[in-house]
Antibody, heavy 120, light 108 residues
């Protein structure tokens, strides 16, 4: 079965770039949307955005100016880059497989999540 | 409005029925999707496209919607159903998505 694993630094300095990788195993990257979600105690779950296997993207407007999500189908990986981070970006970050049925979007396979702390 | 609202917490006696609701303007035109999250775990998809259950989700979970409200009902709640439940939907007249604040379900 498909499994997702997040990786990346657990500590990022303010004003720097948060970079995470999600590795997809047990299945293909093709034909799916690959989503990033984050969770903080104060704000709950927040939808960050997704990349389609073809490379097209859809971002949360509140993060769009700082955000890049990309995919490398040959490696079975997708990526999150969030620039100019502040303490408010401290969260557990999940990578997720998602899909549409008709116009309805759902997220059906989740990674375990990785904690990222923004601090000097 | 892009917001979804949920009751913060509900409780249910073991074996009884509980309904969790999610309200928002976007639900008039978009289905909600429901996720269950237990402490220390990633969320789990339990309902999509109003009343479709992924493989492995017990049939005691059902979904419905009416107007601006989506509902997730657990009929015959079990101890393992104790968790936080989040709804998620597309934002009206936009392309991005938003989660509700979550409902903590306690099984007594």
């Amino acid at each position: 079965q498909v499994q997702l694993q997040e990786s990346g630094p657990g500590l990022v300095k303010p004003s720097e770039t948060l970079s995470l990788t999600c590795t997809v195993s047990g299945g293909s990257v093709n034909n799916y949307y690959w989503t990033w979600i984050r969770q903080t105690p104060g704000k709950g779950l927040e939808w960050i955005g997704y990349v389609y296997y073809s490379g097209s993207t859809n971002y949360n407007p509140s993060l769009k100016s700082r955000l890049t999500i990309s995919v490398d189908t040959s490696k079975g990986q997708f990526y999150l880059n969030l620039r100019s981070v502040t303490a408010a970006d401290t969260a557990v970050y999940f990578c997720v497989r998602s899909a549409y049925t008709g116009s309805h979007y759902y997220m059906d396979v989740w990674g375990k999540g990785t904690t990222v702390i923004v601090s000097s | 409005s892009s917001e979804l609202t949920q009751d913060p917490a509900v409780s249910v006696a073991l074996g009884q029925t509980v309904t969790i609701t999610c309200q928002g303007d976007s639900l008039r035109s978009h289905y909600a999707t429901w996720y269950q999250q237990k402490p220390g775990q990633a969320p789990l998809l339990v309902m999509y496209r109003e009343n479709s259950r992924p493989s492995g989700v017990p049939d005691r979970f059902t979904g419905s919607s009416s107007g601006n409200t989506a509902s997730l009902t657990i009929t015959g709640a079990q101890a393992e159903d104790e968790a936080d439940y989040y709804c998620n939907s597309r934002v009206s007249n936009a392309h991005h998505f938003v989660f509700g604040p979550g409902t903590k379900v306690t099984v007594l």
